[in-house]
């Protein structure tokens, strides 16, 4: 018989981080009254990409996600340090051995054209999603997955193949937020227009320009959200943001530079947030190529690196030196004993690892550059210099996306590049699985070790939180004897806006559903 024990939605995450608390019901919690909230206003918001459609199955664009995980609702959501928490979900419980979910759904809740959700909507997505004809690029999140199942038009069951820890939290993640059965079947394009049940509904959209979105009075967290309007202005250039937002012609961004932050921070209109969160820097090391398939040769890359300079130089000190495993130190999945990597270079271990891979006389290196990433183009010359010290001479390209994608990506003709990523969803899973599975799309480095494999499946599938933190750090250890990549920096998220915005909680992932809970006074 099933254990039931009741969770709050504070203590939701800690128990869903372990994924598998066998037999927990869970529960939301009362939510915290905010001192006097008003309803009104219009936050202008600053973005430096534009979107790329708005069906949650088919967008890759961070710009698209900032827009749908307003506009839609997932089964779960997360808080502002990354834990989920229920949402269309109203109580969880999970089977003694994590393999059944059943979500037990919120009652009374609609879409923005008045029909109403049930779980026919949530067997439809999870269906879609997992569907290989929908082409659903982050399809890994659902792929233990088994069968939907709709209970009763309010209850719904997902069977999984194995237990898996992020599950919840893979729910969260804005190509999971649950579409309308009837308005998919019925030929509307959500793309285009999107129609769901979250905080704000769609309103209009200028491509290259503006994205406005009003508030969804039947909201299910009604009051919420506050504010009344949300405009969505598209800047590409970066250093025009700042004077955006320095003069009030927007008062909110989080893609503020970091050469521009002292100058934020001096404003005493504006209110400042630096936080750690999930985007961090590596050099991918094409591991199908001799002579970088030698872990000894990557390592030495690996202590050639002055990571403290690319700190200084390139985030202007709004950056954390990697020194072991890439799961950042705020995440309980973090490895704190682990720092192989000195902040600083290291060329005489380098060109001893070199010498013991048989190079004691050096070599050389192709090294590929993206144009677009203004951080990845500004840390590749320090790169290079290190690398010149230790022996290896990297001669750099550089390339618009497109080429980029194909040459590197696609093509694997690289032997190093530099690259980022920011963690949709703060798992721990999400820092490593991406990168270091076997055959994972994100591991354009094409390294495949059976032992890192069976690691990273003992910490997505182990039962506790504890036991998926052990076989974490077993792994990054593990990544630092292999250093199928080579870590570099964790940059720090800068947030700046208006004083009059009250309540707001920065996200470590970026995104910005906190924004339901604040709210713009005056």
């Known amino acids: ?218 909201y299910h967290e009604s009051p919420k959200p506050y504010i009344e309007h949300l405009e969505y202005t598209i800047i590409s250039d970066q250093t025009a943001i700042t004077t955006a937002l320095q003069s009030g012609v927007v008062n909110f961004s989080n893609v503020i530079p970091a050469k521009d932050w002292a100058a934020i921070e001096a404003n005493p209109d504006l209110t400042k947030a630096a936080i750690e969160g999930g985007r961090w820097f590596w050099i991918m090391v094409n591991n199908q190529k001799p002579p970088l398939d030698n872990a000894k040769v990557r390592q030495a890359i ?65 090294f590929k550059i993206g144009t677009e990433w203004p951080a990845l183009m500004a840390m590749g010359p320090i790169i290079q210099a290190n690398l010149q010290a230790a022996g290896m001479n990297a001669k750099i390209s550089t390339m618009g996306t497109t080429q980029y994608l194909d040459e590197v990506w696609a093509k694997r003709g690289y032997d190093i590049s530099d690259m980022y990523w920011l963690s949709p969803l703060a798992d721990p899973d999400d820092f490593t699985s991406l990168n270091y599975l076997c055959g994972s799309p994100m591991n354009a480095q094409g390294s495949c070790s059976k032992e890192m494999d069976a690691l990273l499946n003992e910490a997505r599938s182990a039962p506790t939180k504890e036991a998926r933190a052990d076989a974490y750090r077993r792994m990054q250890a593990l990544s630092m004897e292999e250093m199928t990549l080579v870590p570099l920096v964790s940059a720090l998220i800068l947030h700046a806006h208006t004083n009059k915005l009250q309540g707001f909680k920065p996200m470590r992932t970026g995104f910005l559903k906190t924004l339901k809970e604040a709210w713009l006074e005056g």
Do not use: C
């Not at 109403?116 to 690029?137: E, H, M, Q, W």
């Not at 982050?138 to 233990?144: D, I, M, T, V």
């Not at 130089?313 to 799961?327: E, R, S």
């Open 1 to 218: 018989m099933t254990r039931h024990t009741l969770v709050s939605r504070r203590d939701f995450g800690r128990v869903a981080a372990g994924g598998l608390a066998a037999g927990v019901l869970i529960v939301a919690g009362p939510r915290l009254a905010l001192t006097e909230p008003k309803v009104g206003g219009t936050l202008k918001l600053a973005f430096d990409h534009d979107a790329g459609g708005f069906d949650p199955a088919k967008a890759v664009y961070g710009m698209s996600h900032a827009v749908i995980e307003q506009v839609y609702s997932g089964l779960t959501a997360l808080d502002s340090e990354a834990n989920p928490y229920p949402d269309l979900a109203e109580t969880i419980d999970i089977s003694e051995d994590g393999k059944v979910y059943t979500f037990h759904l919120r009652t009374g809740v609609t879409f923005h054209d008045g029909s109403p959700f049930s779980a026919d909507d949530v067997k439809f997505t999870i269906d879609r999603l997992k569907n290989p004809a929908t082409g659903y690029s982050y399809a890994s999140q659902l792929a233990n997955v088994t069968e939907t199942t709709v209970v009763d038009p309010n209850t719904v069951q997902i069977t999984l193949s194995e237990a898996t820890g992020p599950f919840l939290v893979n729910l969260a993640f804005p190509g999971s937020m649950i579409v309308s059965k009837k308005l998919v079947e019925s030929g509307h394009d959500i793309n285009a227009t999107p129609i769901g049940t979250g905080p704000y509904t769609f309103g209009s959209y200028q491509p290259g320009t503006v994205i406005k979105l009003a508030r969804n009075p039947k």
């Open 302 to 366: 690996a202590h050639a690196i002055d990571r403290q300079a690319i700190v200084d130089a390139v985030f202007y000190g709004l950056a954390k030196v990697i020194q072991g495993g890439v799961v950042p130190e705020w995440s309980w999945g973090h490895a704190p004993e682990l720092k192989v990597l000195s902040p600083k270079a290291d060329p005489e271990k380098a060109k001893a690892l070199l010498a013991e891979a048989g190079f004691p006389n050096g070599l050389d290196l192709d």
